[in-house]
């Protein structure tokens, strides 16, 4: 099937399987303004479906995504991330800010293989804004556990950037906001989440509400 039928095929679907079920939820979305209560950054990966995972419907999570789940720290370059989030903390007051890596990321093998960069100059050049998590994987994890461990740091990386941002630096003061670290696991359906107390992502799978 050509790619546009393809997606107007779903849009149909959509339109008469999925949304007659949903009507109530769009209607009343649609007639007041929105208060998501979390920001997830995560990569464009087309395998991670964040309001699914998430379970979220119309209006409850924020969300904004880019290669690797990065977010430049604070003044490096005035661009979607920066707007996001200031809109997303100052303007639409989320109460989270969550940081969503995943396994067998794209860009993350990228930064463990360089050369593999050469014909894609611009990602090469946003890559670097992952570049001190890289210097971290590399000294506490064995070969194995490289890429695992990279995406981990990366996370836990990106989530300081945040920080770095004054609406979220602010926020964070008030009281008003807290910043989390996910990975995602495609495969196994789990999502580990960074245990602050313990320094560690710890599996969700069985743990219930
Ligand atoms: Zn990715």
């Not at 997606?7 to 339109?15: E, P, V």
């Not at 209006?59 to 991330?81: A, C, H, K, L, T």
């Not at 360089?114 to 611009?122: A, F, V």
Request: with cysteine.
């Amino acid at each position: 099937m050509d790619v546009r039928e393809h997606l107007k095929y779903g849009i149909h679907k959509f339109q008469t399987e999925v949304y007659p079920k949903h009507q109530q939820e769009y209607i009343e979305a649609a007639n007041k303004p929105q208060t998501p209560h979390t920001l997830v950054i995560t990569c464009s990966d087309s395998r991670i479906d964040p309001e699914l995972i998430t379970q979220s419907g119309p209006g409850d999570i924020f969300v904004s995504r880019n290669v690797g789940n990065m977010v430049p720290p604070y003044g490096e370059m005035v661009g979607g991330i920066s707007s996001v989030i200031e809109y997303a903390v100052s303007a639409l007051k989320v109460q989270h800010v969550v940081i969503c890596g995943h396994s067998d990321c794209g860009a993350m093998k990228a930064l463990l293989k360089p050369e593999s960069l050469e014909k894609l100059p611009t990602v090469r050049r946003w890559l670097r804004n992952a570049e001190a998590a890289l210097s971290v994987a590399k000294e506490i994890a064995t070969p194995d556990a490289m890429l695992p461990s990279l995406t981990e740091q990366n996370v836990l990386m990106q989530m300081n950037h945040a920080r770095t941002h004054p609406s979220v630096a602010g926020a964070i003061a008030r009281g008003e906001l807290s910043v989390g670290g996910w990975v995602y696991d495609i495969e196994h359906g789990d999502v580990k989440i960074f245990n602050e107390q313990k320094n560690k992502f710890e599996s969700t799978l069985g743990a219930g509400a």
